[in-house]
């Protein structure tokens, strides 16, 4: 909004004391005498200093009241639409039922919100500017509009190609050719000065003429009010400085709600010359899990059924904030607990149980119990091997006593090459090791291998990064310098740093703003510099990459002019000419101070190992997604700084904690949990695994072209083998940066390949397969060759009922290979088998 705008000014003001506040009516507890003060509450103003005085300016301003209430049990409710509104004297104000007030008449007004119980609450405001008309600020009030409707978005006028040939910047983040598109294109057809109220713009958005968006408001609405006074005004553009949003944030910005509860917030501005503005109804709002929590274009927030933490997103003008619901399983549990200072006495010494037990505390939500041996041996040595237990192994686990045998075992699969090799596979594919055709290439094995040595000496990971980000020379010199090979668009070396390293998805930077971060096309050019002196040379087959000696720098996409190489929210770095200006970015990217770094990569070890991130997508950690757990995540990254950034530090800090080691059955109350970890998420096995899995049962081991025999598919170096089954069971193609690329979900392909595919046939039907070997094996019992079976698919033996069903079925045809297949093909086709549980 431009200053000139804002003389008459279309906001309301606040005292530097009391910004952002607004008028914040709050319920509080009080003595009163006869009466419990527990149960008697009365309204109160609840400002920083105590004083009431909120002033609104202008016709076009707008305040969200907000009435709540304190409980006996320690909640905070929302009476927002609970109360009846009232204002002395009458016709200065307006306020509806949901506490929106509006000015009418110059004045000072008190503002009366009155509960059933006759309690009440007063505020005073200040009117004025009601007596004159204001220049409409385009930039401030116009182009909002088009954002809060929905004209500008992707889907619709927004999008690059315009919609029915109008065209709109992207969420308005160009507000002059916005402008210029809607006064000067077609004829000027789209607003017509001289009849407003016929103007294309205005009959459109209210579909009195043919529509395809449909009807976006009426005539009755402010922002019709809005749009229609700027068109009679002559459609100005604003002169003078342009006032900028600096910050939005929400009030309530965290909120403990009961399910099917409801929560008004308010968004307030801040802009460049320090007043602010409510513009909660200005505001775009999106939740972030619509089935905990739904929120309406007002900013109503209505909860679900579900228990856990819920965020929703306010966005005004470039700039995102998040209101947070905690939403418990039940108040009085919660309270309960939180009352007699936590679940159970003492602190746990792993941060990973303190900060879980702490949350499901708050949630009022029972952990499971332990798991038992059998499942937490499988469990954690397909988290780290990516294979089943070996028989030996199963055997040699059960019959252990040691205390810290589990602790045991995760330090012995960290120390074997299979977990080397598992690992070096996982960062592979989204490092894209994958050949571009043909046959396996020599880079592919090295790169492959190069991984597989870094975990297998437990590399550090900054230097891990490192080594990847500043990689120079020939191949065989630096593997290193097969991701950038592999990945030789600039934009998308960018963009794999910022999701890989960074958790940043900053890939709408490159053409626009990012919609919901505050990434800009500045911020991407820059990112971009660090790489802008890359060169690769070429002498037959040999690929050598080498810094030139060059000023590093990039061109904004928007103006052309030229930008020094920085970090996302980090100081320009002034590199000269002769330096490689990655040194500087890897310096950045691993430092302990980068906000970024240690959280993406304990976020996404935690999604590896407890089944769900702590922020969903592993990748994604913007502002607007913040994690189900905050104190954890903080608690985890500043542990794996501390450890060096020890890989294995952080793989022992999450496997050794109760969190991991616990049951994967629901406790009762705690089945409608599905994001605090009060116990073990089941996940399918990747198909990698399940190949190898179903390998390993059958005795039937799958081949691949171009490797040894006995290869394992979690040890191949890059995803371009030909094998149905990895691609029908979700193996990525490697092609980007983003874990997205695997699929865990489940499909009839899979199943029907599972259940009579001639692979699996084969298998199962192998002359020297289990099946035959358990048909021609008269030296030992069928119980013990039943148990051995049990023992290797699930790390258990089978129940009572197992065995007993299973001698039955086998009967006197036990030396026969069919019914063996028969009970093989069962196992593997079963939930236990197919998931890690």
Partial sequence: MSRNALKGGARFRLAPCLLGLAAIVCLAVTDSAATDSAARQSLRIDNVDGAAATKLVGIDARLQLIVSRSEPNGMTTDWTRRVDFSASPEGLVSIDS???????????????????????????????????????????????????????????????????????????????????????????????????????????????????????????????????????????????????????????????????????????????????EDVTRAAVYESNDTQMAEVSATGLVRTGQLVGDVAVMARYQGHVTVFRAEIPLRIDAATEIADAGGSSAGQPANVVDRFVRKKLDSLGIPASPPSD??????????????????????????????PDKRAGLVDRLLGSDDYAAFFARKWGVILRNRRTGGALQVSNMLFHHWLQEAFRVNKPYNQLVDELLTASGSLFSNPATAWLSQVTDQNERVEDISQLFLGQRIQCARCHHHPYE????????????????????????????????????????????????????????????????????????????????????????????????????????????????????????????????????????????????????????????????????????????????IDAVTGASTSFSGMPAGTRAVELPDTGFNSYFLSVFGQPDSKTACECERSSEANLAQSLHLLNSEQMQKKLTHDQGRAAAYAADASRAIEERIRELYLLAFSREPTDGELKSTLSYLGDRHDQKEPWEDLIWALVNSKEFLFNH
């Fill in 98 to 276: 949901t506490g929106l007030v509006t000015p009418l008449a110059d004045g000072t007004v008190t503002v009366s919100a009155t509960a059933d119980d006759g309690q009440n609450a007063t505020a005073t405001l200040d009117v004025s500017g009601t007596g004159h008309t204001q220049p409409v600020s385009f930039c401030g009030q116009v182009v909002p509009i088009f954002t809060k409707l929905g004209c500008n978005g992707g889907g619709c006028h927004g999008k690059i190609a315009g919609q029915n040939g109008f065209r709109l910047s992207l969420l308005g983040f160009e507000p002059h050719e916005d402008h210029k598109r809607l006064v000067a294109e077609s004829r000027g057809r789209r607003v017509s000065l001289a009849s407003p109220d016929r103007s294309l713009l205005l009959m459109k958005t209210i579909n009195a003429m043919p529509h395809g968006g449909g009807a976006r408001t009426d005539r009755d609405s402010h922002e019709y009010r809005v749009l229609r006074r700027w068109i009679s005004q002559g459609m100005p553009y604003d002169q003078g400085e342009i006032l900028a949003v600096q910050s939005i944030r929400c009030y309530p910005e965290v909120r403990r709600m009961a399910g099917d509860g409801e929560q008004q917030i308010s968004v307030i501005a801040t802009f460049s010359d320090g007043s602010v």
């Fill in 373 to 402: 041996d059998a499942t937490f041996l499988r469990r954690v040595t397909l988290d780290l091997t990516g294979r089943i237990p070996t028989l030996d192994e199963t055997n040699a686990f059960l019959a252990d006593d040691a």
């Fill in 518 to 693: 505050k990434w800009s096309q500045e911020d991407y050019a820059r990112m971009s510099a660090f790489f802008s002196t890359i060169s690769k040379k070429t002498q037959g087959t040999d690929v050598t990459f080498v810094t030139r000696i060059a000023a590093p720098s990039a061109k904004h996409p928007k103006t052309g002019q030229s930008v020094s190489p920085a970090g996302l929210d980090a100081e320009a770095v002034q590199a000269d000419a002769a330096t490689d200006p990655r040194r500087a970015l890897s310096d950045w990217v691993t430092s302990p101070e980068n906000p970024f770094f240690a959280k993406a990569l304990v976020n996404r070890y935690w999604k590896h190992f407890l089944g769900r991130g702590l922020v969903e997508p592993e990748d994604d950690l913007r502002v607007t997604n913040p994690p189900s757990n905050p104190e954890l995540m903080d608690a985890l990254a500043a542990a794996f700084v501390e450890s060096g950034y020890d890989l294995q530090s952080l793989v022992r800090l999450i496997c050794n904690s109760d969190v991991y080691g616990a049951s994967s059955d629901a406790s009762g109350d705690n089945l409608i949990d599905r994001r605090s970890h009060s116990r073990y998420y089941p996940k399918r096995l990747q198909a990698e695994t399940l190949l190898d899995s």
